[in-house]
């Protein structure tokens, strides 16, 4: 069998692969990914697997059909085997390859541009976030991590502080992340937020609760012995739930802001021994 014999299997085989695969793993398996539907950002890291999925699913696809066909086709055993026949470059099969792979990336990067700078992102962009709602629209929310719990300051409510954390539905939220010790880094999984918390830096992140349900919150940064105990549980509620719960805190925690520092959009760590 000549070689354009063999070409053509492997295509044709390619096709079909690729035709049943890609709409069962874009269509069916790529809305089922983590971290699903819980708000803006999560439900934009849903959309942006599916479409890496629907791309790669016929690469692999490719992969797979050419080294199967290789290994079944070209096999030789018994005293039959030895060195293969050596093979040489085609200027043909690394033009195409080069014009693929090209456009692919092109792709990646202009798709990749135009998602964060449409919704924003659950990843901590800094101090200054490049992409993000109109400034002054979003609910600000300060993160402090410190060993071995996240407390959450409201600059809007009077910088109280509190332990646990509610957010409104279907409102914006700028999260100010920090640290008062070490690393430490703030990690929703269900709203797609994962930003990390450094003594010293404010690490902003955006993300837009669209249903009314609990969510976790961990620390995915090893921060010393009880790392481990690092977790909490949120809530998203309704806004009228919010300010209730606002008001609520307020009373509780707002007689200890006085011993707090004034707030800052970052922290520095208090050393434990002076010298001199």
């Not at 300051?153 to 509190?162: D, K």
């Not at 914006?172 to 990390?196: M, R, Y």
């Not at 090893?222 to 008001?247: P, R």
Request: proline share 7%; hydrophobic share 40%.
């Amino acid at each position: 069998m000549n070689e354009s014999n063999h070409m053509r299997r492997i295509v044709i085989a390619w096709l079909v692969l690729s035709v049943i695969a890609t709409p069962i793993v874009a269509f069916v398996i790529g809305p089922n990914l983590p971290p699903g539907e819980g708000s803006g950002a999560s439900a934009g890291q849903v959309f942006d697997n599916q479409i890496l999925l629907a791309i790669v699913t016929p690469i692999a696809a490719f992969m797979i059909v050419y080294f199967g066909y290789s290994l079944r086709t070209f096999r030789q055993d018994g005293e039959e085997a030895g060195e293969g026949v050596a093979i040489r470059g085609d200027s043909r099969v690394q033009t195409w390859w080069l014009a693929i792979t090209t456009v692919i990336v092109l792709f990646l990067a202009i798709f990749g541009t135009a998602e964060l700078a449409d919704a924003g992102s659950g990843g901590g962009q800094g101090p200054d976030p490049v992409y993000g709602p109109t400034k002054g629209t979003a609910l600000p929310i300060q993160v402090i991590g410190q060993q071995w719990e996240f407390t959450y300051r409201f600059p809007s409510f009077g910088g109280f502080e509190t332990p646990h954390l509610e957010l409104p539905a279907g409102r914006e939220i700028e999260f100010n992340v920090t640290s008062l010790d070490v690393i430490h880094s703030f990690w929703a999984p269900q709203l797609g937020v994962k930003a990390d918390a450094n003594p010293g830096v404010n690490n902003i992140a955006f993300v837009r609760p669209e249903e009314e349900r609990d969510f976790e919150i961990r620390c995915s940064e090893l921060c010393g012995l009880w790392h481990g105990y690092m977790f909490d549980t949120g809530k998203v509620v309704s806004n009228a739930a919010f300010l209730a719960w606002i008001h609520r805190q307020q009373k509780v925690f707002g007689p200890v802001s006085k011993r707090l520092p004034n707030y800052q959009t970052h922290y520095f760590p208090e050393p434990e021994r002076r010298g001199g």
